[in-house]
Structure formats: C-alpha cells, structure tokens
C-alpha cells in the first residue's frame, strides 16, 4: 500500500452540529437515518427463523425514532421486547464513506440501541452490544459481498419493559406513563451511520487539561497495535493562532500525549483561553497518524477534535470554575420531546434545547436520568452551558443491576470525558435502586464504588454519589426540596448553621442527608431539585405536580418567590425543576412544545436576579 497525504480536516469546533461524534470528526460519513423496515417478535422466534437474514418485516419505522414515538411513524406503546430492523446498504451508500484502498476498512457506528442489540450484514453475524445509552462501532468490511447490488443489514434489539434491573431511567415499566415516569424508548434512538477508515485508525480520544501547569494531555486510542512504530502528530490552534504542536513516535495501541500551552502561562493573556458559560472558548485540534520515518509506506489517518481550558472542582463551601467561585444556575433537564421521546427530533433542536435554557437565564443544566445525545453536549460546548451527567437508574438492587451499571456508567465517562461542558457527574439519583441505603451495609458499599470508580475513570471533576439526600462520600452536598413555601426554604437554608443542622439531621423529603461520619472538605451545599409548580390550563385533571398554580400570573408570583429566597440563601446554586412539560408532568417552565409559559424575558429576569 503505497503512503496516503493525511486527509483533509475540518474545525470540529465550528461543525453545524449533525456529525454524532463531534469530538472525533472525519469529513466524510454516511448517515443511514431514515426509514428501515421493522418487524415486532412478540414471541421471540426471529432468531430461530432466520430474521437475521430472510426475515418478513411487515412495517417500516423512521430511524433513529423508537417506534413507541410518533415521529418513528409507528407510535406504538405497547409491550414489544424484541425488535427487527433492516435496512438494505447499496453501492452508493458505500462509496460515500470515501472507501478506497488507503480507506479499506467500513465502521458502523449505532450511537445508542435500547437495550440489547445485535447486528448482521448478509446474514453474517457482527457483534453486538448490551446497554441502552452508550454507541458501540463494528467492522463491517469482510462482511460485504461485492456481487450483490445491495448489502442486508439487520439489527435485532432486546429491551425488557418490565426489567427494573436493567438501567431505564424515566422509562416506565408499567404500559401506561403514570407519576413522574414516561412513555418508553426502545430500540434504536441514535444515529446510525458509516464512514470508511485506513486498517490502523483512530478510535478514541481523550483531553485532560491543567491549568496550573500550562498544559493538555491526550489519550489517543488505535484500533490495535501498530505493526511497526507511527507518527503520532498532534496541533493545537486558537482561531488562526496555533498553540501547540508535538509529534512522537509510537508502538502502543494507547499512547500519552502532553503538550505545553506556552500562551497559557501567560497571565495577562490566561482568561482569553479559559473555557466558561460567558466565555465559551473552544481550541481546535489535529490528530494525523502517519509512518514513522524509515517504516514501510502505509495509509494515514487523520481525525479533527477540539477541547476547552477550563476546571471544575469544589472547596471552601464553593463549586469552582477555573478556580473560581461560581454560582450555579441550574434547570433539570429531562430531554424529552412529545413527538421523539429519548431521541431528539432534529440535530437543530438539540441547538436550540442549549439556547432556550441560556436564554431563560440558566448557566447549567442536569441532563435527567438520561445519557444525552453527544450533539447536545457539543452545542453545551460551543455556546457555553454547563451540564451535570447523570446515569438512568435501575429500580431493583442486585449484582445484575451493579454489573450493568459498572459497565454503562465506565462506557458513558468514556464517551463523553472530553466534554467541557460537563463539570458534575452523578451515578445515583435519590436512592433510586438503593432504596434501603440507608440501613443496607451492601448498598451503601455500592455507592461508595460508584462515586470511587467515577474519580477513578475521571479525576477533573466532583462527583455527587446520591443526588437528593442519604449521601456517603460526596463532592456535593445536594437536598432536593419542594417545599412551595418560600419562607420555610429562606428559613431552612438561611445560614451556615442552618446547613450544618440540616445536614447532619433528617432532610426535607424525610431521608437522612449523609451516611457516613466523613470529614468535610469544603464542600458546597447545593439545592439540586426545588420548585416543581405544576401551570397546566385546562388540564389540571390529568397531570401532576409538586405544587399547582392556576394562572401565568400566579406562575410569575409563586415561581419569583421560591427562586428569590433560594437565590437569598447561604447556597452554592440551584437546580430547579423543570425546563419542560413531560407527558403527564406539567411543571415545566415552558410547556411540551418548548413555548414558555410566561415571558423567556421574564423567566430570565428572576432566575438571573
């Protein structure tokens, strides 16, 4: 194979937001969204029938909507635990990808399949991949037989709705939504797509920065070990200004960069670099893969990314931006369309979810018990929103529900480690699937796992390890609290020793708030969930609550008094509930349609202060 140019690359930082992989771009892709043909298999024969190669697929569905969605054409919420999905993948599709023989390799990516999938080509088994939030990527390439005008692509997916060890998060496991659970997202509900790659590649790529020191690490992960030692060269640029630029020479199928920033320990030019919610200042980079010199020639590879400068810590009672005290401003997110579920409906409405919450005076969003769509966080990245990552719960303890967390929860950090957006991650939402922690040795074991083995994958951010009360070890101490009182939440958060009384004491919900006798070590004090007022005209009789109003005008005043005494308070930040009407939960700030309920201008004006 004689030796390739690197190919050309594009600013990943300017990127319109359609590439499902925005931290790890290549131009050329082919998006296989669309309509497929679908088939349910209620009594699960497929597999014994050969549907993974000749099966009868009776109806077709839109790909990436589950079909319990309206968009998916389907819109069928019924119990369907098995799923069929075939599409046929012709000569066009192929050659799209920019398959040539520096670029023999074809990589199907499946950015999320709800629960279990598994996938053929031509009835050639690919592989599969267990866990409904996080991509896997197979080799399709020895699969494709040249003499057939189209190649047969089928996946099979597996989501149990009435498993509760299984990590679903707000996907309810009774047939109808009830209380604060929703429709289901089964199946396929991210991007699928193809791209074409030289044998030795890219696969993964990993940005750690140290502000103190001036400098960026990067992991970079191949898909093997390389043959013979390569050239791994990586460049850093600020607009037109590069920054960094190092190449080194390895033989490992994972290698270690780190780069010095020089204009970075420069401290009257250091903020213009930083990355923040006002200043949201994203670097871009070039990772080119080549021979090293006096190897054999061979095919290059060449991948654009971008990262941020920035740090997110806690101490002194404060969450720490850039080593600064920051207030956070935060609304609970539960990333839900009416017409899409868990998908979003369009790559521009994951835009626009990131304006509406900064333009309704939020500097941060907890994405709720939901993975987010990785087009999301590059639109947190790029237009400055900070986000808490949460994992979806389980609601039964057992090893089977530990181990598929241990794996999900690894795969998710994984995934989305390089975001800067992302300052908080949280394993545990209010003891769901550790409902006896607080008298349960082996539960609380767990937690104590979790928030270790989270500082243990990721050491640049705080980790809360049960957000909402019966914490062990913590980053943050966060109290969810729906008092619709504004006196009792003044009262209750007033001061330093009114924390201290609730901490160590029973919580508004009626859980104690920490487990263990651990030292404090500065941590901040958070209310993550509070408000909750339920604005819903002419619907009062079907939807729910924590606390009701009956006009926009009673909206204004109730929703005023909460966030003025919370924001009144001896408090690190808020996170309030919630940015959107879902289903038959009416509490949104704007309803299930994204329009808000009283003026955007208006919202600002009492959540900004």
Known sequence: MSTSAAPSLVRASIQDGTYPRPQLVRADWVDLCGTWQLATDDADEGLAAGWSDAGSFDRTVVVPFPPESPASGVADTGFHPVLWYRRDLSADDLDSTGRSADRPTVLLHLGAVDHRADVWLNGTYLGGHVGGSTPFTLDVTRAIDPDRAAQNLVVRAFDDPADVEQHRGKQDWQRDAHSIWYDRTSGIWQPVWLEAVP???????????????????????????????????????????QLASVTVQTSEPRSTVQMSVPRQRNGQDYETLLWSPEHPTLLDARVHLVPAAGQAPAAADGVSSYLGLRSASTGGGHFLLNDRPYYVRSVLNQGFWPQ????????????????????????????????????????????????????????????????????????????????????????????????????????????????????????????????????????????????????????????????????????????????????????????????????????????????????????????????????????????????????????GLVDEHRRPKIPAERIRQIISG
Request: charged share 20%; aromatic share 8%; with cysteine.
């Open 340 to 587: 899409s579920h868990l998908a979003a409906p369009s790559a521009d409405a994951l835009r626009a979810e990131v304006q509406l919450i900064k333009d309704l005076g939020f500097n941060a969003n907890r994405v709720h018990q939901k993975i987010e769509d990785p087009r999301f966080l590059f639109w947190a990245d790029r237009l400055g929103l900070l986000v808490w990552e949460e994992a979806p719960s389980a609601y039964q303890f057992s090893g089977t529900a530990v181990r598929r967390m241990l794996t999900e929860w690894s795969e998710a950090i994984h995934r989305d480690a390089s975001h800067p957006c992302i300052v908080t991650w949280v394993p545990i939402n209010e003891s769901w699937g550790v409902q006896h922690v607080a008298h349960d040795e082996q539960m609380r074991h767990y937690t104590q796992a979790l928030w270790h083995l989270t500082h243990a994958l990721d050491g640049t951010r705080p980790v809360v390890s049960n957000d909402g009360w019966e914490l062990t070890d913590s980053d943050v101490w966060s109290v969810h609290d729906y008092d619709a009182s504004p006196e009792a939440l003044a009262e209750r958060y007033r001061d330093p020793a009114a924390l201290t009384t609730l901490l160590e004491g029973v919580g508004p919900a009626g859980r104690r708030m920490r487990l263990t006798g651990e030292a404090d070590r500065g941590q901040p004090v958070m209310l993550t969930e509070f408000g909750g007022i339920t604005f819903a005209a002419g619907a009062e009789d079907s939807t729910w609550g924590y606390s009701r109003v009956g006009t926009a005008e009673d909206l204004d005043a109730h929703l005023s008094a909460v966030v003025g005494a919370v924001r009144g308070a001896h408090l690190a930040g808020f996170c309030y509930t919630q940015l959107a009407d879902t289903l038959q939960e009416a509490n």
């Open 199 to 241: 044998e030795l590649h890219v696969t993964h790529l990993t940005w750690t920065t140290d502000l103190h020191a001036g400098s960026v690490t990067l992991d970079v992960e191949l898909n093997r070990r390389p043959a013979a030692p390569v050239d791994l060269r990586v460049e850093i640029d600020h607009e037109t200004s």
